[in-house]
């Protein structure tokens, strides 16, 4: 299995100011034969399912806002939110989709500071 | 809008049967893979299988012989089996649409294995 994990397990910013996470990989999730990382970041609050916020490593899900990026390739990603709002408060998944079994890292909580 | 609509028991017994269904409106099966996530409360996400419309299936190892994902095209409907529950199966369980990665999902069952 690939082992996703995630750092640090939880931040606290203050509003307004930049939040950044990373991901790592056991095993680099680039497909060369598409040049395509076969990573996906999700964002989870409280009670609801997770929702799609990047894809592709670095592409932004319809209606996700720009202050929402991504980037890195490989073993190695970030996921950066750049003026964090109220409403990020959450915790943040990334998950490989290169092979099954599918697998996700064990989360990141952003909490205001 | 696709939506996903899924239900179930949501309280066993040690031993029995965990037994989720979850249908797709406004939308088709036919396309895509569509899985089964779970989450303990409190706890990550972990992916347990997935089927396409013909029926073809992956599951994660690490529940071994226990899960069984079936698919009914005629009601565009999915399934979840999970045999032999224990505490540890105590989570959220999630059904997903799976283009490569998960863009859609269904709003939780919680499933609680007591005693």
């Known amino acids: 299995d690939i082992v996703m994990t995630q750092s640090p397990d939880s931040l606290a910013v203050s509003l307004g100011e930049r939040a950044t996470m990373n991901c790592k990989s056991s095993q680099s999730l680039l497909y060369s034969s598409n040049n395509k990382n076969y990573l996906a970041w999700y964002q989870q609050k409280p009670g609801q399912p997770p929702k799609l916020l990047i894809y592709w490593a670095s592409t932004r899900e319809s209606g996700v806002p720009d202050r929402f990026s991504a980037s890195g390739s490989g073993t190695d990603f970030t996921l950066t939110i750049s003026g964090l709002q109220a409403e990020d408060v959450a915790v943040y998944y990334c998950?490989?989709?290169?092979?099954?079994?599918?697998?996700f890292g064990q989360g990141t909580k952003v909490e205001i500071k | 809008q696709v939506q996903l609509q899924q239900w179930g028991a949501g309280l066993l017994k040690p031993s029995e049967t965990l037994s989720l269904t979850c249908a797709v409106y406004?939308?088709?099966?036919?396309?895509?893979?569509w899985s089964w996530i779970r989450q303990p409360p409190g706890k990550g996400l972990e992916w347990l299988g997935e089927?396409?419309?013909?029926?073809?299936?992956n599951y994660n190892p690490s529940l071994k012989s226990r899960v069984t994902i079936s698919v009914d095209t005629s009601k565009n409907q999915f399934s979840l089996r999970l045999s032999s529950v224990t505490a540890a199966d105590t989570a959220v369980y999630y059904c997903?649409?799976?283009?490569?990665?998960?863009?859609?999902w269904g709003r939780g069952t919680l499933v609680t294995v007591s005693s």
């Open positions: 089927i396409n419309h013909s029926g073809s299936t």
């Open positions: 406004d939308g088709s099966l036919s396309d895509d893979y």
């Open positions: 998950q490989q989709y290169y092979i099954t079994p599918r697998t």
């Open positions: 997903a649409r799976e283009i490569a990665y998960f863009d859609l």
